[in-house]
């Protein structure tokens, strides 16, 4: 039965690519990173294997991320992008081009989500269907999206907070802000420079941010060991950081992340608004693992947040979830080719 596998849903992120297929769960969670040789300008390595050459490669390989802010930045290397994903999670022995559903931004152009449709069907997509993040988010949420109660949903990823209220399968409120994961990452990083006289790769501050990083400062902080190159000597070297300083050095990129969602809450209608207060506000995505985010949320809006299970699977569930009830959520897809 292998090879009749005709629908792929895929969650095309800044950081992290994951594909879904029906009734098989989550098949591929890949770094969205490609590997290409400067000299021929050949695509080496797609995904985890491109991943870690990030920050180590020799001059004549660059490790680039197709995907700027949650929109495609390089269109054709996020094609190579896309058909390898797809060819890697239906197989060797699929015959069928599949229907792909693909995530984008709240915030999207029409531009941008014509490129990704055409990015999608040269890469070997039969139909390509696109649908923003929220309304994925939300569906994979397990929030029931077409009853006529207002539901708030928060989604941080790598590249986009996406914030919006969806009521009736539509958004009725939307913002969309670039500013998510990797800015808390760089932030992490410059701080580290600016304290500690220490240069650190993208991947240590990301390590930085999920072993020891919280959203609120916390009583029993924890710490940890970084490893990196001292600026004056030029020399590898460590130093010691703790959960508190790290708070204080992402709080800028938290606060904009928090005036998303009270810039949404402010154009909400009031009789959505309170069912906002009854229901709270659904965070998914990975950034929104952050620990104490939820609490940072309710502090600052005061309207309680939950964290949504599986949060980083959220919107790429939604596209399975949709895909297989095209029907249901006709009028919530945006745009097909």
Same mark, same amino acid.
Request: hydrophobic share 45%.
């Given at each position: 039965m292998a090879f009749f596998i005709r629908k792929l849903g895929i969650d095309l992120g800044t950081a992290n690519t994951l594909v879904y297929i029906p009734g098989k769960g989550v098949v591929l969670n890949e770094p969205s990173v490609v590997a290409v040789s400067e000299i021929d300008n050949k695509v080496l390595a797609i995904g985890s294997e491109a991943k870690d050459m990030i920050g180590k490669t020799p001059e004549s390989i660059i490790a680039y991320?197709?995907?700027?802010?949650g929109v495609i930045a390089d269109y054709r290397i996020t094609e190579a992008m896309l058909r390898y994903f797809i060819s890697k999670a239906l197989g060797p022995w699929n015959i069928?081009?599949?229907?792909?559903?693909?995530?984008?931004?709240?915030?999207? &152009?029409? &531009?941008? +989500?014509?490129a990704v449709i055409e990015a999608t069907i040269k890469a070997g997509a039969k139909n390509a269907?696109?649908?923003?993040?929220?309304?994925?988010?939300?569906?994979?949420?397990?929030?029931?999206? *077409?009853?006529?109660?207002?539901?708030?949903?928060?989604?941080?990823? =790598?590249?986009? &907070?996406?914030?919006?209220?969806?009521?009736?399968?539509?958004?009725?409120?939307?913002?969309?802000v670039k500013?998510?994961?990797? %800015?808390?990452? *760089?932030?992490?990083?410059?701080?580290? %420079?600016?304290? $500690?006289?220490?240069?650190?790769?993208?991947? &240590?501050?990301?390590?930085?941010?999920?072993?020891? =990083?919280a959203a609120i400062p916390l009583e029993e902080e924890l710490t940890m060991t970084i490893k990196g190159r001292d600026f004056i000597q030029g020399l590898p070297r460590t130093a010691q950081i703790s959960t508190n300083e790290i708070v204080r050095a992402i709080d800028k990129e938290l606060r904009q992340m928090v005036k998303a969602i009270k810039d949404v809450l402010q154009e909400t209608p009031p009789e959505l608004a309170s069912d906002i207060i009854d229901q709270g506000i659904i965070m998914t995505g990975g950034t929104s693992q952050l620990r104490n985010f939820p609490d940072l949320? $309710? +502090?600052?809006? =005061?309207? %309680?947040?939950?964290?949504?299970?599986?949060?980083?699977?959220?919107?790429?569930?939604g596209t399975g979830i949709a895909l297989d009830h095209l029907e249901t959520y006709k009028k919530t897809i945006i745009s097909k080719r």
């Open positions: 991320r197709p995907m700027k802010d069928w081009k599949p229907d792909v559903m693909v995530s984008v931004p709240a915030g999207v &152009t029409s &531009t941008e +989500r014509r269907y696109v649908v923003k993040e929220p309304i994925l988010a939300a569906i994979g949420a397990g929030i029931p999206i *077409q009853e006529s109660k207002g539901h708030m949903i928060v989604d941080i990823g =790598g590249g986009t &907070t996406d914030v919006a209220v969806i009521s009736l399968g539509g958004i009725v409120a939307s913002t969309s500013c998510a994961g990797n %800015k808390i990452d *760089q932030a992490i990083a410059d701080y580290i %420079k600016k304290t $500690f006289n220490l240069a650190i790769g993208d991947r &240590t501050a990301e390590m930085v941010k999920i072993k020891i =990083g949320v $309710f +502090r600052k809006t =005061g309207v %309680k947040a939950v964290l949504a299970d599986d949060a980083l699977y959220c919107v790429v569930k």
